[in-house]
């Protein structure tokens, strides 16, 4: 045991906060790490070669806690460890291959524990799942049958939760399984590429319920949410607005809203309207990159997340968004991919940002138009869509890396371009930036050109009209005389 001010190791693998308001953080190839918040100080716990009581492994991968406040530790290849803070030593469980009442495997991906029943389930990883019964010491093992499809879908277990009702929900790859206890019937899902209604992906790296009573699936390709009238899912990915698709952690916090940690940042979402909301390492996170089930959600409501670079904690309700509506600038016009200086001769009489009208030649077909909106707080998550009325139907949405408009051989005419932007929260500036395009035509399509048309045609036909007259006077007059 150590004292220290910081993690022991960057990688965290699993948060937990038990009865106390101490928060228990494992770490791979850090051991175990206790956070006291009130002094922000860590205590190390790291295995010792030397010491049978210190913990088994410092590659850690899953943490609970029984009623009794025991806390169960799981390992990356050293085994189950049970510890009593107020004793300070770990008690270690390993597999015995010539013991069937041993754990399954010495690797340990998840823990789930069913307090009603004392049992602690443990995804026993490359050997199926494991029933532990506390207080009877005993061990039972499910595992994947390929001779009987009822039995569990996957050896390789890598998530684990115990529902409301009892049920435990296995996630591994291949696939899902829900386990009911008291008939011992698994059921399983699985990925179907006909199926849209079947499960995202079959790597399950989290399982969560709300409190709706909905179970959420976070998989490798895709959030899930299982529907239990129909036993199929309904799915999310990231162009639905997730953050990532791959979904490694879920928590929920006092207002129905769902957070999801990703490999590319965190997504608090909305399963009433569906709507997602992102927030990535310019937001404070611990970095874009979450691991899976790393994270825990506490009595007080704050939230945990786990990464590779340490972990965020945060209460949602302390969160405060950017009201500010960001005003919209003209930054840029170009000419062919060339910046066109203000001067006389030039369609720019004035800075672009000021001007309300650009005239072009027929000619200076290709141009581009830059925006900016004037937000500093985190603006490369400023949102912008623009429009060339006259020409586009409706609006491009575009990002900060994409802040030019570019059109090319548009028809002479008037059009008149708008902007508008948001700030890095989503508020919008609906009203935004215009200037009016005006593209004059070439000489041989000007309304002069057609008058001298018609006026030239009219000419000839009045020569020609003249000319036939005058002939047929001479005939006329010929054949008189």
Avoid at 312 to 323: A, G, K, W, Y
Wanted: charged share 20%.
């Amino acid at each position: 045991m150590r004292r220290c001010t910081s993690l022991s190791n960057n990688n965290v693998r699993s948060i937990y906060q038990g009865k106390h308001d101490l928060i228990w953080i494992g770490t791979e190839g850090g051991g175990l790490n206790r956070l006291d918040k009130t002094q922000n100080t860590f205590v190390h716990y790291t295995h010792d070669e030397d010491d049978p009581t210190s913990i088994s492994s410092n590659d850690i991968l899953a943490i609970t806690e029984d009623w009794r406040g025991d806390f169960w530790i799981g390992t990356n290849g050293s085994g189950l460890n049970r510890f009593r803070p107020e004793q300070g030593h770990f008690v270690r469980y390993h597999n015995d291959p010539f013991d069937s009442n041993t754990l399954g495997s010495d690797t340990i991906y998840d823990l789930a524990m069913d307090p009603k029943r004392d049992i602690l389930w443990i995804a026993a990883y490359t050997v199926g799942l494991d029933k532990f019964d506390i207080a009877k010491n005993t061990f039972v093992h499910y595992s994947h049958d390929k001779s009987d499809p009822n039995s569990l879908s996957s050896n390789w277990v890598t998530a684990l939760f115990v529902d409301s009702r009892g049920n435990v929900w296995i996630g591994g790859e291949p696939g899902l399984s829900q386990f009911d206890p008291a008939r011992e019937v698994f059921t399983n899902y699985q990925h179907d590429s006909n199926d849209r209604k079947s499960l995202s992906n079959d790597l399950v790296h989290t399982i969560f319920e709300d409190d709706q009573g909905d179970i959420w699936i976070g998989t490798n390709n895709g959030l899930n949410r299982y529907d239990a009238f129909t036993q199929s899912f309904d799915r999310y990915y990231e162009r639905d607005g997730l953050a990532g698709n791959r979904v490694v952690a879920i928590e929920e916090d006092e207002h129905g809203l769902l957070w999801i940690s990703t490999d590319k940042g965190l997504s608090s979402f909305n399963p009433g309207n569906k709507i997602f909301r992102n927030y990535d390492k310019s937001d404070g996170l611990q970095g874009n990159r979450f691991l899976a089930n790393a994270s825990h959600k506490n009595a007080a409501g704050e939230l945990f997340f786990g990464g590779t670079n340490g972990f965020t904690v945060f209460h949602p309700n302390r969160l405060t968004d950017n009201q500010h509506i960001p005003r919209v600038a003209f930054t840029d016009f170009q000419l062919f991919n060339q910046p066109v200086r203000v001067g006389e001769n030039s369609p720019i009489k004035q800075q672009i940002n000021q001007i309300q009208e650009i005239t072009l030649e027929h000619n200076q077909s290709v141009f581009s138009i830059e925006f900016v909106a004037l937000n500093y707080r985190n603006s490369q998550k400023n949102q912008y869509a623009y429009m060339m009325e006259g020409f586009d139907r409706d609006f491009t949405y575009t990002n900060s890396d994409k802040r030019t408009a570019t059109y090319t051989n548009l028809d002479p005419g008037r059009y008149t371009f708008r902007v508008k932007a948001s700030n890095n929260d989503g508020v919008w500036n609906e009203e935004g930036k215009s200037v009016d395009i005006v593209i004059i035509p070439p000489w041989w399509q000007t309304v002069w050109f057609y008058a001298w048309l018609v006026v030239s045609l009219f000419l000839i036909i009045l020569c020609v009209v003249i000319y036939v007259i005058k002939n047929a006077f001479r005939n006329h007059a010929a054949q008189a005389g």
